[in-house]
């Protein structure tokens, strides 16, 4: 089986978003499965080609290793890729964006010829890397090196489409008819996103209830109709998490290490947060974490309508993220005005990991969030994720029951202020129980989101494809 994956970020090498993690984490699961992966993506500026250990394959290749035995090949271009930022400057989308990554996908289904690679599967991720299944049936379809490629395009978030003017689509170099209703055309704009849709043979999305919320009008984006008509072509597998990267038993960073026998050295990671943000050091008192993006769709419209609610409650907070100017500005005044709270209007990887250490209780009350990466962490922490019922979180996070004392964590379904300050209410409730709050936490730990089961998922998928 032989599976190439087109992506345009992959961690280690360069990140804006979950999308690189997956890119970066699950070809070494699937590898470990004995399918041969090889990964192609632009090399940016920010790629030390000396950090990486990269060699020269030809004019505008360079290769480096992910692990031990997968190639990745980075495409240099300069005019399109030595710039600051991957997509953006300052939060505006590079004005070239269709032609950048119209080269990216060219250039790549080209570098398999030269590399002597014909893989089975070509595997995309979001619309960086949406025309492949375009061109592959149109200006590639009788080309006999590419006759036996099937193709896999797994959206990771719907809203990001890859719009461009209408008077661009000449820069993609298909012919005329393709920008069309049954094609790429979205409302007189070019949406590669919706042409991958249309061309390629399989579609995925990050979990399962992510793939049927879009196909409804609240969460389709305008595509749910395209989506509709694929149904049967669409499927849900959960993303996992890297859990050596994420594992409280073996963390630099943390004060004290810890495991699932010994959650009570966790309270000393939450002193250690205290301690570092200024709050008032007190194990009794629950402590809420956040890591988020500050827009709408992480919920922080709703959690801005009860923050003052929140914080007069007997809790403390840290907030760590950055986002849209109006939350910047909101977070500021909560931080003057009340004692119990932190704020960090940044990026602080060593922090991210104290928070989660940290914490009691970690927030995500998003408006939609196609898998979710953050209750995934933080249960592998032994913090309690607190989620609206909503994409990945409704798949990973399961409703605590004080009765039956089981569940993993707190959720709510209306997306609503009022059911997300009942939810919180209802977790202090529990915490005030320590025996059973110490057994919801190890509970949590305990959880197995690896990528073990979905890249089984993915490759039976693989072979499905290749049968017909």
């Known amino acids: 089986m032989k599976v190439l994956f087109c992506s345009s970020e992959v961690v280690p090498f360069a990140k804006t978003g979950g999308l690189a ?4 984490t699950l070809p070494p699961a699937l590898a470990a499965l004995d399918a041969e992966i090889k990964i ?64 990216y996908c060219v250039r790549t289904l080209n570098l398999l010829k030269t590399i002597k690679f014909s893989p089975d599967i070509i595997h995309c991720h ?18 006999p090196f590419y006759k036996k490629v099937k193709t896999v395009f797994t959206i990771h978030n ?44 399989r579609i995925t999305t990050v979990s399962p209830t ?37 594992n409280p038993g073996g963390n630099g960073a943390l004060a004290k290490n810890y495991g699932p026998d010994s959650i009570e050295d966790k309270y000393v990671n939450k002193a250690d947060l205290q301690k570092q943000c200024g709050l008032a050091v007190d194990a009794k008192t629950p402590l809420f974490g956040m890591i988020t993006r500050l827009a709408d769709q992480k919920g922080l419209d709703i959690f801005a309508a009860i923050i003052d609610d929140f914080a007069r409650l007997p809790v403390q907070f840290v907030l760590l993220g950055t986002g849209e100017p109006r939350y910047h500005a909101l ?32 927030l995500m009350p998003s408006y939609y969030e196609p898998c979710g990466l953050g209750q995934l962490i933080s249960l592998a922490f032994g913090t309690i994720p607190l989620v609206r019922r909503t994409g990945g979180l409704a798949d990973t996070v399961v409703d605590y029951d004080p009765f039956t004392r089981k569940g993993n964590g707190f959720v709510f379904d209306r997306y609503e202020s009022g059911a997300l300050l009942e939810t919180v209410k209802r977790s202090l409730c529990v915490y005030q129980d320590d025996k059973a709050w110490k057994k919801l936490a190890v509970t949590a730990m305990k959880s197995d989101f690896s990528w073990k089961k979905s890249a089984k998922q993915y490759l039976s998928l693989y072979k499905e494809l290749m049968k017909k």
């Open 331 to 362: 977070f500021e005044s909560v931080a003057k005005k009340y004692k119990n709270t932190s704020i960090s209007l940044t990026f602080n990887a060593a922090l991210a990991y104290k928070i989660y250490a940290g914490s009691d209780m970690f």
């Open 126 to 143: 979001d619309w960086q890397s949406g025309l492949i299944p375009v061109f592959l049936k149109t200006l590639y379809k009788n080309d």
């Open 210 to 246: 992510y793939a049927r919320e879009i196909q409804t009008t609240e969460y389709g984006c305008g595509l749910e109709g395209v989506l509709r008509q694929r149904k049967t072509d669409i499927t849900g597998i959960l993303n996992g998490i890297n859990y050596e990267e994420w």
């Open 40 to 103: 192609v993506m632009p090399r940016y500026r920010s790629i030390d080609v000396k950090k990486f250990g990269l060699k020269k394959l030809n004019d505008d290749t360079w290769v480096g290793k992910l692990g031990k035995n997968i190639e990745v090949y980075f495409l240099e271009k300069n005019k399109y890729f030595d710039r600051d930022g991957l997509y953006q400057d300052k939060g505006v989308d590079y004005p070239d964006n269709l032609e950048r990554f119209t080269y």
């Open 158 to 201: 719907l809203g990001y489409q890859g719009l461009f003017p209408a008077e661009e689509f000449s820069l993609t170099g298909l012919e005329k008819e393709v920008f069309s209703v049954n094609g790429l055309e979205f409302y007189g704009k070019v949406n590669l996103l919706k042409g991958a849709l249309l061309f390629s043979d």
């Open 21 to 24: 993690d997956v890119a970066g």
